[in-house]
């Protein structure tokens, strides 16, 4: 006997490298974000902010961080090729992109990105040995979920390293465990959005169409 595997769910790790220069000018943003944020939120004495929640919920477009945006797409067409997308029927769009950056004691509770259709975190700076983990739990209604019995290794763990990129379905559950480095963890959290083209020639019925094409109701 044996057992087929099907429907997993694919979680994409890559990596881009920037110039050394490149490198500084975003850790130049982050610390000097940090400054003139960091006294808005807090996990308990513990430095912890999210550029979604402060207003900064669009950094792709600053100069620091336009350079991503291409590799990001290239990245984003390989995942969808790998799962057997044809990725020629659809354009990719950057909906939401923001700095993370944790502290020492610092973490992300568990949650889901329902806004958008794909998810990505590039890890900007960040240890091998001061946790801040990415942990990736199955959803509540998963076929083995359901079952009436235990079933182990339900979470999957990546330990981030510098200038990885991780990209994910956004509907995935996921976390990032305690941040015990004593300089700062920074990440780049992104949500990204698959639509048609504008001209599209092909069946679309299960497709977002281009935005584009959208008719706008009211004001």
């Known amino acids: 006997m044996h057992i087929d595997a099907w429907f997993a769910t694919p979680i994409y790790n890559g990596e881009i490298v920037p110039t050394k220069e490149q490198k500084n000018k975003i850790e130049r943003y982050f610390y000097k974000y940090t400054q003139e944020n960091g006294d808005k939120i807090f ?3 513990s430095l912890n902010i999210t550029g979604d929640v402060t207003g900064q919920h669009q950094i792709s477009e600053l100069e620091e961080f336009e350079w991503i945006n ?3 797409y290239g990245h984003i067409d390989n995942y969808l090729r790998a799962i057997g997308v044809n990725t020629s029927n659809y354009k990719f769009y950057i909906q939401k992109s923001w700095p993370v950056i944790c502290d020492e004691g610092g973490g992300v509770a568990p949650h889901a990105h329902m806004n958008a259709h794909l998810s990505a975190v590039f ?4 240890g091998p040995d ?9 959803s509540p209604d998963h076929p ?7 079933i182990p290794n339900t979470n999957v763990k990546y ?3 510098e200038n990885q990129l991780l990209i994910f379905p956004s509907s995935l559950r996921h976390q990032v465990t305690e941040f015990y480095g004593k300089d ?9 959005m698959i639509t048609t083209h504008i001209n599209i020639n092909s069946d679309s019925e299960s497709d977002v169409s281009n935005p584009d094409l959208w008719v706008s109701l009211g004001d």
């Open 43 to 45: 996990i308990g004495n």
């Open 70 to 72: 291409e590799h990001l």
């Open 123 to 126: 890890y900007i700076r960040c």
């Open 130 to 138: 001061n946790g801040g983990d990415i942990i990736f739990g199955s």
């Open 144 to 150: 083995l979920n359901v079952l009436p019995v235990h």
């Open 159 to 161: 330990t981030p390293t």
């Open 184 to 192: 700062f963890r920074f990440s780049i959290s992104y949500d990204i």
